[in-house]
């Protein structure tokens, strides 16, 4: 009987456990009922009383909150994966101004009771930080408000409102650039769906952040203020109700109001390093930390210099030596370290850059093997000569690219670059234009002479030897170059072997040149 009953009672503490632990996760998994309680607990703060233990807990939540969004903000690769900032920032400073309230109400209804009236953390922040003085609590608060307002929140807030502007005036760009990769082919349509909505965001963030810089400022100020009501109603309150001497009442009630200001300011100086850190990070991407210490460490030599700086320092009257020389060593050994890491990725990259080049010469003959010239000109050895030819006017390569231009400009179809290759197979005056490997045109000319045709059709009466134009099949002579003056006399159209290759080319460029349509050009 008494095992029967064990196993009961243990099976049924199992089965409570488990049921504790499904309930548990359960409330886990309904984060929206959660977030709309803690905001009617912080409109609850505004207007009811609270007593000062559960004060402290709101205190230590509100601490606890700013660094968990510090560390957050320290760990995300890019500003869009914390793109809920702004609205975690306003509920941060509803909260801070809400206990701010609530510590208000305690410190002036009940700090003639002693400096524990709101709470043990209020007080061990004002006795921490003023060490027994009023005034050094009070210079420390007013070092963390300038800093907090006029340096951190300044700036982060100039930073939010350049970047929203700049993202607003490049929105159309980005857009046009998506749109140019998506009808290359680079990207496909989920990309471009992606990035678009990413460039939403992007634009929709800049302009959100714009507008919470001016909750950090705010809050600065609104701590501010408080903190000078505060004191002054104390003060106040402490002398006239509650027959306190002047210095009793404000030496109470000074330590009550700069802990208060101190336990606020500490996370609202947080938050506005967090904001500055997330606005400043819109140019970097990865965690904070490989941007800081991987741009800081990349250089050696500044690492060196700044050592011998240290070291230099060291050696001035007056300056301790050894934390300035232990500096020293510390930046030299890291300086060393860094250095010889970086000479080994050297020697790395270039051995694996020695064999990814062998490995292209081993596979240089397949690969050429394979490649198919989109138009190529081939040459006989008696026509190499119109390549190399040192006068521009004949060079067959210069009016090949005046080709290219002309083409593009005409139709706005970018014709594919010639390959110009010898072919010792064909006679030495010959010439073969192939296109994807077969051949379209061919002809024989004589690279030392000049064509001459008539466009009336008549007899040519020069010396020469006829032959027929190979591109429009017209008569023609070719003539020594010194009878170029005789024939333009005569009103004949001269051309040089050159040219004459080349308004081939164009002719059957032109009739082919749906072969040399493809999809990317049209893409293009």
């Known amino acids: 009987m008494t095992d029967t009953s064990n196993e009961t009672s243990s099976s049924s503490k199992n089965s409570g456990v488990a ?100 709470g043990q953390v209020i007080q061990a922040f004002g006795q921490f930080m003023m060490s027994g003085n009023p005034v050094i609590g009070v210079i420390v608060f007013a070092i963390l408000v300038i800093v907090n307002f006029i340096v951190i929140t300044k700036g982060s807030g100039r930073i939010a409102e350049v970047s929203a502007r700049f993202s607003l005036d490049a929105m159309p760009g980005k857009q046009m650039a998506i749109d140019a990769d998506l009808s290359s082919g680079l990207i496909t349509e989920d990309e471009a769906r992606s990035r678009r909505e990413d460039l939403s965001s992007e634009s929709s963030f800049f302009g959100a952040m714009d507008g919470a810089s001016k909750f950090v400022r705010g809050d600065a100020i609104a701590g501010l203020l408080i903190t000078i009501i505060n004191v002054l109603g104390g003060i106040i309150i402490g002398v006239l109700q ?149 006068d521009e006017n004949y060079r067959l390569t210069d009016q090949i690219k005046s080709l290219r231009r002309q083409i593009a400009s005409e139709s706005g179809f970018i014709m594919p670059q010639v390959r110009i290759q010898d072919n010792l197979q064909l006679p030495p005056n010959s010439y073969v234009v192939r296109i994807k490997e077969i051949e379209v045109g061919t002809s024989d000319i004589r690279p030392n002479r000049l064509l001459v045709m008539d466009a009336s059709g008549d007899t040519i009466d020069l010396p020469g030897t006829e032959t027929i134009e190979p591109t429009f099949g017209l008569p023609a002579m070719w003539v020594d170059p010194d009878n170029r003056e005789e024939a333009t006399f005569k009103g004949y159209t001269v051309v040089d072997p050159a040219t004459v290759i080349t308004t081939h080319l164009t002719e059957l460029i032109r009739d082919n040149m749906s072969e040399l349509l493809s999809y990317v050009e049209t893409q293009n």
């Open 242 to 390: 509650q027959d306190l001497t002047v210095s009793q009442a404000s030496q109470t009630y000074t330590l009550l109001t700069v802990g208060d200001g101190l336990v606020s300011q500490i996370p609202a100086l947080i938050v506005s390093t967090a904001a500055g850190l997330l606005v400043t990070k819109s140019g970097t991407t990865g965690s904070t930390d490989k941007a800081v210490f991987g741009q800081l460490g990349g250089y050696p030599k500044a690492l060196i210099l700044s050592a011998f700086l240290m070291l230099v320092l060291s050696l001035l009257p007056g300056i301790p030596m050894i934390p300035f020389v232990g500096l020293s060593l510390v930046i030299g050994g890291l300086a060393f370290f860094l250095y010889q890491k970086e000479v080994n990725k050297k020697r790395q990259a270039e051995t694996l850059l020695l064999e990814a080049n062998q490995n292209d010469i081993e596979e240089e003959p397949l690969s050429s093997a394979l490649q198919i010239d989109q138009v190529r000109l081939e040459l006989g050895y008696g026509l190499l000569p119109l390549v190399s030819e040192t």
């Open 19 to 118: 049921s504790n632990l499904g309930a548990l996760a359960n409330a886990t998994k309904r984060t929206d009922i959660a977030l709309a309680l803690g905001i009617i607990a912080i409109l609850a703060v505004l207007i009811l009383p609270m007593p000062t233990w559960l004060l402290d807990l709101s205190l230590g939540i509100s601490i606890a909150f700013s660094v968990l969004i510090m560390m957050t903000v320290l760990f995300i690769n890019r500003p869009l994966d914390f793109n809920a900032f702004p609205m975690i920032l306003l509920i941060a400073t509803m909260l801070r101004l809400a206990l701010n309230l609530a510590s208000t109400r305690l410190i002036l209804s009940d700090g003639h009771t002693g400096t524990d009236a709101a």
